[in-house]
């Protein structure tokens, strides 16, 4: 702690201390449930983990052609991209991790299903994953700046 010749703190001591302060007390006003800072992005999240924990023989047989589930997977995952992006978005955002990121998220639900009923690990699905993905980050930039106008 720097100090003067009387023994007192110097005014840079205090300052540095009042800045880190006055960060503390915007990152907590800019949201005031920090839990709910990430709320777009954990609701999606649970969302593509209940459908993918539904019992194969419990699905609705709504295959209004072959490959339905896959545009589903599809749009599961652009939609966790998009959120992620808005979410998460700064300048040092780095799309790779993000990428990475949503892949395992992919690979875990894969895994899951392998212990529930009637469901199954599926690469194709995995494939469609990181199609929405891809698809979600890339669009992501174009679709918050329509929603901001």
Request: aromatic share 14%; with cysteine; glycine share 6%.
């Amino acid at each position: 702690m720097e100090h003067d010749k009387l023994g007192n703190r110097s005014k840079t001591t205090s300052l540095k201390k009042s800045k880190n302060l006055r960060a503390v007390r915007n990152t907590i006003t800019d949201c005031p449930f920090l839990f709910m800072k990430y709320l777009f992005t954990a609701s999606i999240s649970i969302v593509i983990l209940i459908v993918v924990l539904i019992p194969g023989n419990n699905l609705p047989d709504v295959n209004p052609f072959i490959g339905f589930d896959k545009i589903v997977h599809i749009g599961l995952f652009g939609a966790w991209a998009l959120a992620v992006y808005y979410e998460f978005r700064k300048p040092e955002f780095n799309l790779f991790l993000a990428f990475v990121v949503g892949i395992s998220f992919s690979l875990f639900t894969e895994a899951l299903q392998l212990f529930v009923e009637a469901r199954s690990f599926d690469m194709y699905d995995l494939f469609a994953d990181a199609a929405g993905l891809i698809i979600g980050l890339t669009v992501s930039p174009y679709v918050l700046q329509i929603f901001k106008k």
